[in-house]
């Protein structure tokens, strides 16, 4: 019985991520994956948040397509992403205050700027960028990470206290 309930919850939690982004994918710079993929790692562990960014960017890769440089960038990102709020939660031992929760935000702040330079950087050496064509890429990604940087700030703000309050009424720990 727990390890239907892990997998119900790792499949739910996964499915979660790929309908939040495919709703959100025609709006530039808008997107809940990094609240989502945060407040779960942060509040269900490193093991458990693992599993489901792992599966999230593999099947996603079956609805958007599989593209090699999108699933390495996937891969690495979002299992260093989960390491990374899967120990502030355990050092934080899951409890949000008003310094931890500026932390948290200041931090997927900052993922969300390293996710757009890993990117640029994958994208740059798997197409064989010139130097040149780099520095464009780079400055053309401003587009994007601006407003994700702001939506980052926003829902990480507003949405992770009530999605740790919603997790804390579950009989997961």
Sequence with gaps: MI?????????????????????????????????????????????????VATAF????????????????????YYNLFVVVFGLLGKKFKKILNFKR????????????????LLDNTIATFYFGYT???AKRYYLLSLTA??????????TVLFLLPILIKLYTL???K
């Design 131 to 133: 130097w040149e064509a």
């Design 3 to 51: 390890a239907a309930k892990e997998i119900a919850l790792v499949s739910i939690f996964t499915a979660l991520l790929i309908g939040g982004q495919l709703v959100l994918s025609g709006i530039s710079g808008i997107e809940v994956v990094t609240v989502l993929l945060l407040s779960f790692s942060f509040y269900f562990g490193i093991k458990r948040g693992l599993l």
């Design 145 to 154: 990470v601006v407003p994700q940087v702001i939506c980052t700030f926003v």
């Design 57 to 76: 960017s593999i099947l996603r890769c079956f609805i958007l397509g599989f593209f090699l440089n999108i699933i390495i960038l996937y891969l690495i």
């Design 101 to 116: 929760h500026a932390i948290l935000i200041a931090v997927a702040v900052l993922m969300t700027v390293f996710f757009t």
């Design 170 to 172: 579950t009989k997961f």
